[in-house]
Every structure is written in C-alpha cells, then in structure tokens.
C-alpha cells in the first residue's frame, strides 16, 4: 500500500471540520424519528408507496375508461 502524502496536520484539522459540519448538519436537520408527532421513515415510506400504487390504479383505469381497454400492469385488479 501506498504511503500518504498528506500532511498529517492537515488530515486531522480536515477530520475535525467533518465532524464539525455534521454535527451542525443534525442540529439543523434533525432525523424526523427525532422530532416528536412526525411518522417514522418506514412509515412515510409505506404511505408513499400505499399513494403511489393507488395513483398508478387511478391512471389505469382512466386510461382503460378514454380507450376502452382493459387496465394493465401489476397493480391492475389489486385491491
């Protein structure tokens, strides 16, 4: 393996200003499982996706009504 040649001084002030920046970054941001009355991630996730298979029905079955086909896909007939 290749020596570094960077100066190690220079390594460790670059280390400290990471870990500097993302503390701040947590203060600012906080993970939303943090912040109190808000849905996990898994959650939001799973509505997003709840939604986002609903609207893909609702396109279909549009779609099926404008052309007269029958909706198609995986979600087509899903409850």
Do not use: H
């Amino acid at each position: 393996m290749p020596q570094r040649l960077a100066d190690p001084a220079i390594v460790q002030a670059v280390e400290r200003q990471n870990r500097a920046l993302r503390e701040l970054s947590r203060q600012a941001f906080p993970e939303p499982d943090a912040v109190d009355g808000t849905p996990t991630r898994l959650q939001r996730r799973r509505q997003a996706d709840v939604s986002r298979a609903a609207a893909l029905r609702r396109a279909r079955a549009e779609r099926a009504e404008t052309t007269g086909m029958p909706p198609t896909g995986r979600t087509a007939g899903a409850a």
